[in-house]
């Protein structure tokens, strides 16, 4: 069975973590959004508090990601938060999809397909 050098580092243990903790980090990203969003202008101190802690730990797990994962890749991943928030705010809050948004989100999840097609893991520096 003939594997791909990609195949090969994606499946190794530390490399494993990496892509968790960089996924962690974009869906803490979204949470931090929307926890800004319903703070109202910083008036409710619990959602601002919940901001500041998502921020915080998704600034760590983006540091633990990019231990192994190539930046290019890493960052052009992170767009995929923007595009999670458009998606949850088209979705769920009734912002209207217009054409541009659609174009829009389109090219962020190529881009962030495009990218990772390319291999992402490289050596852990010490």
């Known amino acids: ?16 973590v990496s892509w968790a903790a960089l996924y962690g980090a974009i ?5 931090q959004v929307f926890a800004l969003v319903y703070s109202d202008g910083f008036t409710r101190p619990l959602l601002i508090a919940a901001a500041l802690v998502a921020f915080i730990v998704e600034l760590l797990l ?6 192994r994962i190539s930046s290019s890749v890493a960052y052009g991943l992170f767009g995929l938060s923007t595009a999670s928030v458009a998606a949850v705010s088209i979705g769920w809050l009734g912002e209207p999809l217009t054409p541009v948004k659609a174009i ?7 881009g962030a397909v495009l990218l990772n097609t390319e291999p992402t893991t490289r050596k852990a520096r010490r």
């Open 1 to 16: 069975m003939n594997t791909s050098a990609l195949d090969r580092t994606i499946a190794e243990p530390r490399a494993l």
């Open 62 to 67: 983006l540091a633990v990601a990019l231990r």
């Open 27 to 31: 869906a803490l990203d979204v949470v």
């Open 104 to 110: 829009a989100l389109l090219a962020v999840v190529t």
